[in-house]
């Protein structure tokens, strides 16, 4: 046990990143579908289907949930997930359609100084995609500074700090 969120049976995590854009993406896949939920806060929150995970909400549980960098860009990274999960046979049946559910959250790196010149499309679908393939598959040791969903630059003097697996924006949190 390290106590880590991939310490519970049921959820493999993986993380992909491409380190010329300095950004990527971490998903959370779970063995069945589960119960989950989402507090939205902060001064410019964006995701992709977060009204999923709404208590009132219509569908209760989820296949995935994924973490990603590229602001607004970085929302289709829930479509490589999706399609890896669909591939699988995993998803809410619709008629004769399969929906894999993958709420998501972004993080803003946009001014990292990764190289965001990528064309037409954004590769986030391509490196959550990457990811899914890499879940389960154990890092020897923590993360150095920020996580591969999204990759936040630390401040001058960051305060004390503690390592909890990857988190949407950074390993790097503050104590209080």
Do not use: H
């Not at 990143?17 to 964006?46: I, N, W």
């Not at 154990?138 to 630059?153: F, K, L, M, V």
Request: net charge positive; glycine share 12%; with cysteine.
């Amino acid at each position: 046990m390290r106590n880590l969120i991939t310490d519970v049976a049921g959820i493999t995590v993986g993380c992909a990143d491409d380190p010329r854009l300095a950004s990527g993406v971490t998903v959370a896949l779970f063995d069945e579908p589960a119960v989950a939920s989402v507090s939205v806060s902060g001064g410019a929150p964006a995701g992709r289907d977060l009204e999923c995970l709404a208590p009132d909400a219509r569908i209760d549980k989820v296949d995935a949930i994924l973490f990603s960098g590229g602001s607004g860009f970085g929302l289709d990274a829930a479509s490589g997930a999706q399609a890896f999960l669909r591939e699988r046979g995993r998803g809410y049946a619709i008629g004769g359609a399969l929906v894999p559910l993958v709420p998501q959250a972004i993080c803003f790196d946009l001014l990292n100084g990764g190289n965001k010149d990528w064309g037409r499309y954004p590769p986030y679908r391509e490196i959550a995609y990457a990811a899914c393939e890499l879940a389960g598959v154990r890092a020897s040791a923590p993360p150095r500074s920020t996580s591969r969903a999204g990759r936040a630059r630390l401040a001058p003097e960051p305060r004390p700090a503690m390592w909890s697996g990857r988190s949407p924006s950074s390993t790097r949190s503050a104590r209080r």
